[in-house]
């Protein structure tokens, strides 16, 4: 079984659409992220919910809405997509927020390219 | 600014060599720093996560060791292996916030 698992793998579509990637974890976790990882391979902070609640939003773009239906579910929806947008999207879960050595599990990526 | 830089940016060792891999931060206050491994097409897998109180953990082949006061820390990889070409990357979390500073990575080759 797969712990934190992203749909889908690879997503390409032109600019102007509007695309979803859904995000599952069966871990049991309060918390979910989900993380952005550009061209240099950093990875930045994009949102994170606790139990359904957003409790980080990081400066990014308003065509990036985050819903959480349920605490092992956040599904990302962006619109109106450019091509800066092209990047790898993570998704990630951990116990609770904030607690000092609480791991982050990753999902495996959801590489989006915008043509 | 919270930061976390990491060196070198790529590296390449045969296979059955010793490696180590840097990592300094300015992330303030301090709360913990752990060490990824990302394997291509992959999400990050913790290796080893070490607190302020801690100077040296291991995890099989890996050690990773942490100075406070410096505020650097390393990785030693031992014996490398064909499957430890990945990229590692160091992570520090701050106290009292609720997001990971990431590094952006060591891109490791072994080669055989």
């Known amino acids: 079984d797969t712990a934190v698992s992203q749909t889908p793998k690879y997503l390409v579509t032109q600019m102007g659409n509007d695309k979803s990637i859904k995000c599952e974890q069966n871990?049991?976790?309060?918390?979910m992220y989900w993380y952005k990882q550009d061209s240099k391979k950093f990875l930045k902070i994009m949102f994170s919910y606790n139990n359904k609640e957003l409790i980080i939003n990081e400066t990014v773009p308003n065509r990036f809405s985050p819903k959480s239906p349920d605490k092992a579910h956040l599904n990302l929806h962006i619109n109106s997509l450019e091509l800066g947008d092209s990047a790898v999207y993570f998704c990630a879960s951990s116990q609770a927020p904030g607690v000092g050595g609480t791991e982050a599990f990753f999902g495996q990526g959801t590489r989006l390219t915008v043509v | 600014k919270n930061q976390v830089e990491q060196s070198p940016q790529s590296l390449i060792i045969l296979e059955g060599k010793n490696c180590t891999l840097q990592c300094n931060y300015t992330v303030s206050p301090f709360s913990n720093l752990r060490w990824y491994k990302q394997d291509t097409g992959r999400g990050p897998v913790s290796l080893t996560i070490?607190?302020?109180?801690?100077n040296t953990k291991s995890n099989g082949r890996y050690t990773a060791t942490l100075d406070a006061d410096t505020k650097q820390s390393s990785l030693h990889i031992t014996a490398s292996q064909l499957s430890d070409s990945a990229s590692y990357i160091c992570?520090?979390?701050?106290?009292?916030?609720?997001?990971?500073?990431f590094g952006t990575g060591t891109r490791l080759l072994v080669s055989p």
């Open positions: 992570v520090v979390s701050a106290s009292g916030f609720q997001k990971l500073v």
């Open positions: 871990l049991g976790h309060d918390t």
């Open positions: 070490m607190t302020f109180s801690e």
